[in-house]
């Protein structure tokens, strides 16, 4: 079948599997992969940077391409992008060649969304999109979950995890083959550095930068902080991974609270939550369950956020709604890229309570880029929540 119902369910599988597994697992499986290969904090953020700058490519190479060569084949390439990046992190025995497949296997999660969105706008009538593409971002939050049962069921076991993680994507990519639809017809999608010239968009560029610094650090070093911080053993750990995805999947309250409240106020709202997540991490308790707590409300806050910077990026674009996605999903990841060395740069140079504490400045300093004007007034309907 490769319906409306089957394109929804290609898109879930191959979003959990591009960001959840080829993306994110990283930073789960950071503390053991760093006992490994005997990574320094500076060498692991800047792999973990890699995977964020790869995203930033990807993204671009999606969006230039799906137009022209459709979802089909662009879908095709995100799931063999992550088969690829995550058999070589399988295999990897030094830094360098690690840093080449986590790249690899970030680029795929950039050349997924475009390709899924066009065959949602191919395949769903116009009514039932909205919910489709909810659904199918809603694959982030299950995947992070999926990959921590996987860490919990092979405990010290990173490579096999990856290695597993690379047969999926195999299935996975020949499945999309067959569901996705093909060429649309359409040509090339043109972005133009003059989009940003838009009233409005300088803010949402500051903020949407600004967040995936703030974000960085959790995200690549989470894991590290918690069996440092919170004496997590690697049993909690995956454990902690699996309430992050949780927390993530709370996030399809999105939708509501933009109805209610509007962008300005949701967002500030997540950014909130992202600092409190932070400064859970850096009291160094030993109760598991403010480690627990401090997950969950990153996910939640991740998925609260990024789905309020793509409602307020499409408000300032509504002509060009392929771009009012594509620009905050970029200044995130681009700013995921410069926040992961840094905060390794930060954390060899210091100590973890310190770069939390400049990270959560950061976030606290995203909350005065918000929006004035018709895009603070409440949401006029249910958004997606995206990965970014």
């Keep these: 079948m490769k319906g409306a119902s089957a394109t929804v369910a290609a898109g879930f599988v191959l979003t959990a599997l591009s960001y959840g597994l080829a993306r994110f697992a990283y930073g789960l499986l950071l503390p053991q992969i760093s006992a490994d290969l005997d990574l320094s904090p500076v060498v692991a953020g800047w792999i973990g940077g890699s995977s964020f700058a790869a995203y930033c490519v990807g993204i671009v190479a999606a969006l230039l391409l799906s137009g022209r060569f459709g979802a089909r084949l662009v879908g095709l390439l995100a799931g063999l992008a992550a088969a690829g990046g995550m058999a070589l992190a399988s295999v990897a025995a030094s830094g360098p060649v690690l840093g080449a497949g986590i790249a690899l296997a970030g680029l795929s999660s950039g050349l997924t969304s475009p390709p899924l969105a066009a065959a949602v706008a191919a395949r769903v009538e116009t009514a039932r999109r909205d919910r489709a593409n909810g659904a199918i971002n809603a694959g982030t939050a299950a995947g992070i979950v999926f990959s921590g049962l996987v860490a919990v069921a092979a405990i010290g076991s990173w490579r096999d995890i990856y290695g597993l993680f690379a047969l999926i994507a195999a299935g996975v990519a020949a499945w999309i083959w067959w569901v996705l639809p093909g060429r649309g017809g359409g040509g090339a999608v043109r972005l133009s550095p003059a989009l940003l010239a838009r009233p409005g968009l300088p803010r949402l560029v500051a903020a949407a930068g600004l967040y995936g610094v703030a974000i960085a650090g959790t995200w690549t070093f989470g894991a590290d902080i918690l069996r440092e911080r919170m004496h997590f053993s690697q049993m909690e750990i995956a454990c902690a991974w699996v309430v992050l995805g ?44 403010v480690g627990y707590l401090s997950m969950a409300l990153f996910g939640l806050a991740y998925i609260v956020a990024t789905g309020s910077l793509l409602v307020w990026g499409i408000d300032r674009l509504p002509d060009r709604p392929d771009a009012g996605l594509a620009i905050p999903f970029l200044l995130v990841a681009a700013g995921q890229t410069i926040g992961a060395p840094l905060f390794g740069a930060v954390l060899q140079a210091t100590d973890t309570p310190s770069a939390l504490f400049l990270f959560a400045v950061i976030a606290c300093g995203g909350m005065v880029m918000p929006p004035t004007g018709p895009t603070d007034a409440a949401a006029s309907g249910p958004a997606p929540s995206p990965a970014a």
């Design 246 to 289: 949780v927390g993530g999947i709370a996030g399809v309250s999105t939708g509501s609270l933009l109805a209610r409240f509007g962008v300005a106020q949701t967002l500030r709202l997540a950014l909130l939550l992202t600092v409190i997540s932070s400064a859970l991490l850096a009291c160094g308790t030993s109760l598991p369950a």
